[in-house]
């Protein structure tokens, strides 16, 4: 059964229901009411005349007819009585009501009535003959309220919706033991309930099963991309308790935080286990992620085998480059720097002792995946500052070695509901706490002249002291034009106030070996102050950064924010953020801001940032599964995510390729949907 063959249903109607993302029968049942109008039950008149909002259907019998004019044209007005007060149901170019609410007789209205020029009257109204009302979609029954379009009334998606319903033979996807486990309502009935529901209690049964569907096909998702990406592995990696971890440890010049300890032990059980890992360590920008990184690839060096570190840009690159350096040559570990910006007849010789394994630690950017990059035997590959890794980028690291254990790093926190979902197949270690430091970093909103004018003395004052500073403007990414303009603006503002000061620009349309020439000689303080777009965000230390300042500070995200305040304060200097606003704000931007001054804590602020921005938005891309989501809402809904959750692993645990004849309707549906991802697991 298609659209058009629903009655009612023409070209033009069906050209208006596409226009509502409705293209078939399925897509018609899956446009859900919006809300619901309670019209179980007759209530008097007089009950609707108050202050309260409620809506009733009334009783009324056809007195008569009257007229009034407004704006020269003559309305009709239909006298109706509840039996206690008189109501006029006002017509507006409905002469023809006259004929349809006959003298005499006695209907059942819903509409707005209310106290207006000293009569009751309603305006916008439905009605049925009361003998009909029975039969009615539209009432004495809790009545759906649908998205609509024009052209398309309410009445009309009722009735298609009606019709959908009776003749459509649904098939049970989830399996029996999970109905039974969870109580949940079936399919057919749930459907059939969320559009025309008997009563309350059995429309919340409804919804609960529709949304426990929704999360549980994600969540299933999950749990296959666990399966397909989890290997067994060969290699041994050995557990040297006086090796070159515990060397390293002691060399340190500060003891490792109780996280870091608690990060290590988790990746060390992943290591030693039979499985490959796929571990994310989250942690605020300043925890210390990196010597815990450290520590893991140690593990796996010691064995015999090859670490590689892959980062966002090259300069982050060179800067790995040089703390592992520093602290592992001591140890007499080789430590190699490969990046697109390497000179063929050094790539050359690199690219040997990779081959041949004398190169044990290979940091680098993407490069250290191209075609030619050949390695002895490769064990572990850590990926820093990367948090939207995608499938993609995941199968080509694998294919560079066998079963490979790979441990992502990010300061982007994860909000819970989506380390449940989209990152659900990662385990994941969460550092909380971040090394005691001595030194502040102040927030300042600069939301005046005067302000401003003060803190460009502040910075003068910061450089002559030697340090160094960060000017950052949104990117505008519909225009680059604009963009442009925008950071030159900016640009000129500072020549003028700060004319003695060196100050770079980096703006969108320098290549990626400009901007990385820029960052560098900015890291060799050649410059006092960088005014770029949001490029440094990504992870580089510059410690000798004391100040930034965020213009237009309410066109960024939360996170973001958190993100590039946290680059400056990696020193031994106080240092301090200023976020420039406009006079009048936004009541989001004013919330978001809000929260910046309030917390330092990344993980509260990426839960607010989820909540003013909703899910898509915050990862960034369509890709994630989450706008399928219709009824279920990550964070409102958590406790049924946590129980689909169970269910779809408990499930795949069992069968893992949906192979049960229970599981069949679910790998026809789960299949479906995300057919093009696991076209590349299944060719992975
Ligand atoms: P991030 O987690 O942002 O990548 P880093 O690994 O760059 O943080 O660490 C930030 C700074 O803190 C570095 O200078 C590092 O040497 C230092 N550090 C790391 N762990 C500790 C610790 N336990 N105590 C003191 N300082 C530490
Ligand atoms: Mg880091």
Known sequence: MSLIDLSGVGESRLALLNKLNIYSIGDLLSHFPKKYEDRQRCRPLKDLLGDSDEQYPVEVKVLGYDYFYANKKKVLKVVVTDGFLRANLICFNRDFMKNVLEEGKEYIVFGDFQYRYGEVQATRFDFVPKGSAGESLNFMRIVPIYPLTEGITQNFMRQIIFEALTSTRFGESLPESII???????????????????????????????????????????????HYFTHHKERKYKDNPAGLVSQLIQSLPFKLTSGQKDALREIKEDLLSQNTMYRMIQGDVGCGKTVVAILAMLTVIESG??????????????????????????????????????????RKEILETIKDGSAQIIVGTHALFSEDVKYHELGLIVIDEQHKFGVQE?????????????????????????????????????????????IEIYSHIVSSDEKRKAMYQFMDKEIDKGRQGFVVCPLIEESEKIDLNSTMSVFEAIKSQLPNRNTALLHGRHSPQEKEDIMAAYLNGEYDILISTTVIEVGVDISNASFMVVENADRFGLSQLHQLRGRIGRGNYHSHCFFCIDHNLSEDGKSRLKALMSHNDGFAL???????????????????????????????????????????????????????????????????????????????
Request: aromatic letters at 8%.
């Open 180 to 226: 039974k486990k969870r109580q949940l309502m079936s399919k057919r009935e749930s459907f059939r309930e969320i559009h025309f529901p008997k009563d309350h209690k059995t429309l919340e049964k409804a919804i609960y099963r529709l949304k426990y569907y929704e999360l549980f096909e994600l969540e299933c998702n999950v749990a296959l991309k666990k």
């Open 305 to 346: 085998y090859q670490t590689a570190l892959m980062v966002p840009t090259e300069v982050l690159a060179k800067q790995h480059y040089q703390t592992l350096s520093g602290w592992l040559n001591p140890l007499s570990i080789r430590v190699e720097l490969l990046t697109g910006g390497v000179k063929t007849s050094k």
């Open 394 to 438: 995941r199968i080509q690291l694998i294919e560079k070695g066998e079963a490979l254990d790979i441990l992502v790093m990010t300061a982007t926190p994860i909000p819970r509901s989506l380390s449940l979902t989209v990152y659900g197949d990662l385990e994941l270690t969460v550092i909380r706490e971040k090394p005691r430091r001595s």
């Open 606 to 684: 990426a839960e607010e940032d989820l909540k003013i921005r909703g899910p898509g938005e915050f990862l960034g891309n369509r890709q994630s599964g989450l706008d399928s989501l219709k009824l279920a809402n990550l964070i409102t809904d958590e406790p049924i995510l946590l129980k689909a959750k169970e269910d779809a692993f408990q499930i795949l645990r069992v069968d893992p390729k949906f192979e049960l004849p229970e599981n069949q309707m679910l790998a026809k549906t789960i299949y479906k949907r995300f057919e093009d991802e696991y076209r590349l697991y299944l060719t992975s």
